[in-house]
């Protein structure tokens, strides 16, 4: 099955710090590059485990006996990991948001290139679809979702038209959406637009932040003193969840200061954000909104 060049690779699994003996985690697994790259740097006792919810990317689970595909989303990371025997590892890689594959594939319904049904769902076997947020979720619930999750100003005027379009037609296919909210498509823009608006049913259908709220919550747990965090963002939402939780371990507001006016926090920061190199975004187009954050567990 293909799937495209993984982004940022080298700077990913440099992040980790590896260690031959050690064990480590790849939540996304998708074409397996990734994970690939740690188990090249492993020694024969080292172990890699990796989650992917999507069942397409099962069938391309590595042959070695160092590692454990899990299909799972990653948000279940500490229970899958302690049914595996691993109560603590030595690192965790994320990329986060979807694999090229699910671009590629135009009946998954991810990309705004293709007529398809609306689906947009990493787990296949999930009752919640786009066409589910599209025909049944009220106005308020779909102002909601475009304004939070697309970040677009005319998320209300949006909401309204798709509801008063359904009354007598249900919405079913990339190219009504269009139509629906063609208005709103100035061709100078089309492409952004409809981008954030797909990335809103998306992170929706997905429980995307949720997801990344219950993961990022359990690593602390999970990771031996000194064992890495390796962490991709592609849009501003992930990205300010991934900096406030190293920053703070928390989400939002600040964390409970001593007498002194010190805090304690589980991860500390290790060097500067790191973003691909012009090379990069020539060859893979898909890494240009990347963003690297890595962290260590105190």
Request: aromatic share 8%.
């Amino acid at each position: 099955m293909e799937y495209h060049n993984p982004v940022l690779l080298k700077e990913t699994v440099d992040g980790l710090n590896i260690k031959p003996d050690g064990i480590y985690v790849d939540v996304t697994f998708g074409g397996g590059g990734h994970s690939k790259e740690i188990l090249s740097r492993l020694g024969e006792n080292g172990k890699l485990f990796a989650f992917d919810q999507d069942a397409d990317a099962l069938e391309n689970t590595i042959d070695d006996s160092r590692f454990t595909l899990i299909h799972e989303n990653f948000r279940y990371i500490k229970r899958f990991l302690r049914f595996h025997g691993a109560k603590e590892v030595d690192g965790v890689l994320a990329d986060f948001g979807v694999s090229s594959h699910q671009f590629d594939v135009a009946e998954r319904g991810f990309s705004t290139r293709f007529e398809a049904e609306l689906d947009m769902r990493m787990n296949q076997k999930s009752q919640l679809s786009a066409f589910h947020v599209l025909n049944e979720y009220d106005e308020a619930q779909l102002k909601q979702v475009l304004l939070q999750y697309g970040e677009l100003r005319a998320a209300p005027a949006m909401a309204s038209l798709i509801v008063e379009f359904r009354k007598d037609e249900t919405i079913r296919t990339s190219n009504q959406l269009k139509k629906v909210l063609q208005k709103f498509l100035s061709p100078k823009h089309e492409n952004k637009i409809l981008a954030q608006i797909y990335q809103a049913i998306r992170i929706e259908v997905n429980q995307e932040i949720e997801a990344l709220k219950e993961f990022l919550s359990q690593t602390p747990e999970i990771l031996k003193p000194n064992a890495r965090l390796s962490l991709i963002s592609y849009h501003s939402l992930e990205d300010r969840l991934v900096k406030r939780f190293i920053r703070n371990g928390l989400f939002e507001g600040e964390p409970e200061r001593d007498v002194f006016g010190n805090f304690e926090v589980p991860l500390k920061k290790v060097g500067k954000l790191i973003i691909p190199s012009a090379e990069e975004i020539k060859i893979n187009s898909r890494s240009r909104s990347a963003k690297l954050r890595i962290a260590e567990k105190i």
